[in-house]
């Protein structure tokens, strides 16, 4: 038995982890947009502390009240 490769699966499958990889994304996401608009890359960080203040909040609201809805059976997909 490979213990650490299940470590790594149980690991990957975890809901903290799959929260992590949605908001890594959603960051990446207002990075482009942000650089899109400034001209030029804004950076990692800048894009990061700008999404954790400004956006957040309202996504992990939105997200979760989906994640919510579908736990409850709708078909409603995450955005």
Known sequence: MDTSHD???LFRNSA???EFLAEREEILKHKWL???????????????????????????????GVLQRRSDGSRI???
């Open 77 to 79: 997909g995450v955005s």
């Open 7 to 9: 470590n790594e699966k």
């Open 16 to 18: 903290l982890y799959q």
């Open 34 to 64: 942000e650089s899109e608009k400034a001209g030029q890359d804004v950076g990692f960080e800048k894009a990061l502390l700008d999404w954790i203040v400004n956006h957040r909040a309202t996504w992990r609201e939105h997200r979760h």
